[in-house]
């Protein structure tokens, strides 16, 4: 039994926030209806990498899903969005700011529809403020929440995270955000509700002690490179051949035994040593003893001599790295999926993992408006399978 079996989702949003949020539902037994705009849908399938001219990322975004092409500038269009949000238990959107009441399919008209229905409103600045009509994107939302600030090497210029973090927050926060507001609806007997969700918030949300230290002691904090800031000693260190490895050896026990490995019991024994505080203020001195025996060594053998230890350790993985892993694939963490195209193609699995009603790939993802004769003529499928064929696990 799927953990979201009978959940009707309709996902009006595009690109990477709202349908990353209608995905990870998807994954658990919903019912996701994907509307798409007419002749092109969502431009996310020309986006990196095509494969028969749709994104590979497509097919691991839009899984589980079914798709629906429709023209919501149109009274036909709205009208169907209409009938449908009047049986969904969820509606996903992450258009700019008031683009829904503008189609009249805004909060208070579906509200008035449906009182049972959840709306999902994800956009760069939420639904308030002075900001709320500005146009938002991820990366934009990553720079005024903290997190381009901090990521980068010191004195450089600040860099972007390699993948579209504050898209994906924002939706996992979305996420979050529908799951608290069915259970108030189906447990404490409420009504339907909308969820603002700030891409700039969500990630603002992660900056763990950013605030309270500035709120404190005035102390903004700047980009570190590798290294851990204020926790040490955390850093990635060189080993032979240029190559990397990171080291986390900050737990007082943990520093002895990483000291007692690299040959540098005076360091363990340094009363000086014994507790963070003390550590970070020698943060650099640390970083270069470290550095002195790994850059000896090659990475497989610092990694075995490290992890011996039990002092936490790791190779910096790319996805070749990824790929091939024992413990990813024991995890089911690379799996084979159906591709819309046809074949097969290994997608990230389904996360977290539920013991009892863990979630599951059902179906590839659609071709464009692969659904929307039978959703328009019928209306909501019973469920995804039966709109697709079930799919291997």
Known sequence: MDALRGIKVLELGQLIAGPFAGKTLADFGADVIKVEPEGVGDPLRKWRLLKDGNSVWWEVQSRNKSSVCLNLRTSEGQDIVRRLAAEADVLIE??????????GLGWDALHALNPRLIMLRISGYGQTGPYRDRP???VIAEAMGGLRYLTGEPGRVPVRVGVSIG???????????????LHHRDVNHGQGQFIDVALYESVFNVMESLLPEYDVFGAVRERSGSA???????NAYRCLDDQYVLIAGNGDSIFRRLMSVIGRPDLADDP????????VSRAAE????????TSQRSPDAVLAAIDAAGVPVGRIYSVADIATDPQYLAREMIVDAPASYGGSIKVPGVVPKLSAT?????????????HTHTVVAEGWPTHTSAAHGEAAE
């Open 94 to 103: 992450n258009f700019k700011p008031g683009t829904l009441e503008g189609w």
């Open 136 to 138: 938002g994107f991820g």
């Open 167 to 181: 898209d994906t927050l924002a939706a996992l926060h979305g996420v979050i955000g529908v799951l608290l507001a």
């Open 228 to 234: 851990l800031p204020g926790i040490s000693p955390t």
């Open 272 to 279: 000086g040593l014994a507790h963070n505080d003390g550590r």
């Open 286 to 293: 640390l970083d270069q003893a470290i550095e002195a025996w």
């Open 358 to 370: 863990p979630g599951r790939i059902r179906s590839a993802a659609p071709k464009l408006g692969e």
